[in-house]
């Protein structure tokens, strides 16, 4: 079997190291990785596949830094012509990037069977560019790999029992990388990192794409660092957004991009984590530390259910709000099976041999 898996941004380098290594210990499952360059830096893309052992990719597209449209389209149109060389039996796509629309795409004009990892989720704002590929790629989707509950009973809800594809409930594939990689966690080098601290990062286009909004998160967590140690590894686009501003970050302890291993350590070592992306919720969780959510929204909403998470938008007054309500209150973190039993790359692999 040849499976041609589609990747493009940090978190779904993570989800798939985790299932390639299922993969390799199988001698007739041929994995050809393609990465899109959606999101290339050498901190956040090259360091990962050398620190997970991930195979390095057979074909590297160098697609990034487009607006969305020409991305996706030149993705589509390179994804297609790689497919028709290499004929694989499934197309692989992880998450909600626009590389996993058009890795969807491909497979569906081309009559490939395609499998979603992280099928289902929802936001329910369509104005969100995740939500939208998200959308699309289940709707075309030949297996649906749903991490939770609460993404099964969103496609059925869909009607999606009525079309032409299997809902699997796999569980969370980032739990499997948690649960393996922690034991490869270590310390950033050359970051003072006190005894408490708080870590955070700000990516997404709803927050770095409006300057009025990252202004306000950005006075919060100025406010917050004179009480606490913030570390913020800056993703490079919300770097690009805030050379547009003039603000004083003196009380945020600003550092470059870091790999995985790096961001488990702070993750392991944090009192609270303050994020706008959806895998360091999770990871969060994983770590048993409370998250503030820098969105209006979450797809993981049973973290909303259990108290660990708290939405708080890019409200100055609420985001400060968050942090004393979590500095304030005793957590109690049991541990849940919300994502699964950390098995869901064997699940997934197995799934796609029958």
Known sequence: ??????????????????????????????????????HY???????????????????????????????????????EDIALKEKPDWILVYGDTNSTLAGALVASKLHIKLAHVEAGLRSFNMKMPEEVNRVLTDRISDVLFCPTDTAVNNLKNEKYDNFNCKIVKSGDVMYDAVLYYKQFARKPRNVKIEKDFILCTIHRAENTDNLNKLKNIFEALADIGKDIQIILPLHPRTKQKLNDLSL????????????????????????????????????????????????????????????????????????????????????????KDLYGNGKAAKKIIMELLN
């Open 1 to 38: 079997m040849k499976i041609l898996t589609i990747l493009g941004a940090r978190p779904q380098f993570v989800k798939a190291g985790t299932v390639s290594r299922e993969i390799n210990k199988f001698n007739d499952i041929r994995e050809i990785i393609v990465h899109t360059g959606q």
């Open 41 to 79: 830096d050498k901190n956040m893309s090259e360091i990962f596949f050398e620190e997970m052992k991930i195979p390095k990719p057979k074909y590297f597209l160098g697609v990034g830094g487009k607006s969305h449209g020409a991305m996706t389209g030149q993705m589509i149109e390179k994804i």
């Open 248 to 335: 004083s970050f003196c009380n945020i302890n600003i550092i470059e991009p870091i790999g995985y291993f790096e961001m488990l350590w702070l993750l392991k070592n944090s009192k609270m984590v303050m994020t706008d992306s959806g895998g360091l919720q999770k990871e969060a969780y994983f770590f048993k530390k409370p998250c503030i959510t820098l969105r209006e929204e979450t797809e993981w909403i049973e973290l909303l259910e259990i108290g660990i998470n708290k939405l708080v938008g890019a409200n100055k007054e609420k985001i400060i709000k968050g942090y004393k309500y979590f500095s304030d209150k005793m957590l109690d973190i049991k541990d």
